[in-house]
């Protein structure tokens, strides 16, 4: 598995680059955010890890411009857990998340994820039953019918579809769509869960948002009808 690094401070790029290659990955390590794109467009990778504040050329600029002609996964360093920058991350569609400073073995973690989840995508579309979510152009269906989301929405449906049949607690939501911790009020959640299922689940068979009680929420297609 390759894995690209871009990140400007040479401690951070060259400790991640060393650990990686420890642990088993061949990762490369640019400094800057030009060179990043051009070695994102033109070699092969299976990840990239990518630091938001970059000289040339932001994190930000950078997705958005490889979004275009690749779906290589990208897990962004933030140098702050901001709530922004989260959202923003998701909608031009960062695959994770790491704030700064970050530990090691949370980073391998999440790059493991990344990658389990990566080796069933073959395309930008997500499927689940009639439910197609098309994250480069932002768009869902549903049994064929377009369905209009915010972008609170969409990043909400995305962590659904992508994490599909794993029951993510309120908190999680949350931190992935929010950036709010476990003790904030989480009512938000069930709120915006509330919208989009009305707009994927209502009047349509099978429902494939679940509420799992005391434990949170899951989409998947189930045999039985839900309660
Ligand atoms: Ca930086």
Same mark, same amino acid.
């Given at each position: 598995m390759r894995i690209l690094i871009v990140e400007d401070e040479a401690k951070t790029g060259i400790y991640l680059r060393k650990g990686l290659n420890e642990t088993g990955f061949v990762a490369d390590?640019? /400094?800057d955010g030009v060179s990043g794109l051009h070695? /994102?467009? @033109?070699?092969d990778y299976d990840l990239i890890i990518l630091d938001v504040m970059?000289?040339?050329q932001d994190g930000w600029s950078i997705l958005h411009e490889l979004r275009k002609t690749r779906l290589t996964p990208v897990l962004f360093l933030t140098a702050r857990d901001d709530?922004?920058? !989260?959202?923003?991350?998701?909608e031009l569609g960062a695959d994770d998340y790491l704030a700064k400073p970050f530990d090691f073995v949370e980073l391998v973690a999440r790059v493991r994820s990344i990658l389990r989840r990566g080796q069933s995508r073959d395309s930008s579309t997500l499927k689940v039953a009639d439910l197609e979510l098309d994250v @480069?152009? !932002?768009?869902a269906? !549903?049994?064929?019918?377009?369905?209009?989301? @915010?972008?609170?929405e969409f990043a909400l449906l995305w962590l659904l579809m992508r994490r599909q049949?794993?029951?993510?607690?309120?908190?999680t939501i949350a931190s992935q769509v929010w950036d709010m911790n476990f003790n904030s009020d989480t009512n938000v959640v069930d709120a915006v869960i509330r919208r989009v299922r009305a707009k994927v689940d209502d009047d349509v068979e099978p429902k494939l948002i679940h509420t799992v009680r005391g434990m949170g929420y899951v989409l998947e297609?189930? /045999?039985r009808p839900s309660e």
């Amino acid at each position: 598995m390759r894995i690209l690094i871009v990140e400007d401070e040479a401690k951070t790029g060259i400790y991640l680059r060393k650990g990686l290659n420890e642990t088993g990955f061949v990762a490369d390590w640019v /400094a800057d955010g030009v060179s990043g794109l051009h070695q /994102a467009q @033109t070699e092969d990778y299976d990840l990239i890890i990518l630091d938001v504040m970059l000289p040339g050329q932001d994190g930000w600029s950078i997705l958005h411009e490889l979004r275009k002609t690749r779906l290589t996964p990208v897990l962004f360093l933030t140098a702050r857990d901001d709530v922004g920058d !989260r959202v923003k991350g998701l909608e031009l569609g960062a695959d994770d998340y790491l704030a700064k400073p970050f530990d090691f073995v949370e980073l391998v973690a999440r790059v493991r994820s990344i990658l389990r989840r990566g080796q069933s995508r073959d395309s930008s579309t997500l499927k689940v039953a009639d439910l197609e979510l098309d994250v @480069t152009r !932002r768009k869902a269906t !549903r049994h064929g019918k377009t369905i209009l989301l @915010t972008a609170k929405e969409f990043a909400l449906l995305w962590l659904l579809m992508r994490r599909q049949g794993e029951i993510l607690p309120r908190s999680t939501i949350a931190s992935q769509v929010w950036d709010m911790n476990f003790n904030s009020d989480t009512n938000v959640v069930d709120a915006v869960i509330r919208r989009v299922r009305a707009k994927v689940d209502d009047d349509v068979e099978p429902k494939l948002i679940h509420t799992v009680r005391g434990m949170g929420y899951v989409l998947e297609e189930r /045999a039985r009808p839900s309660e």
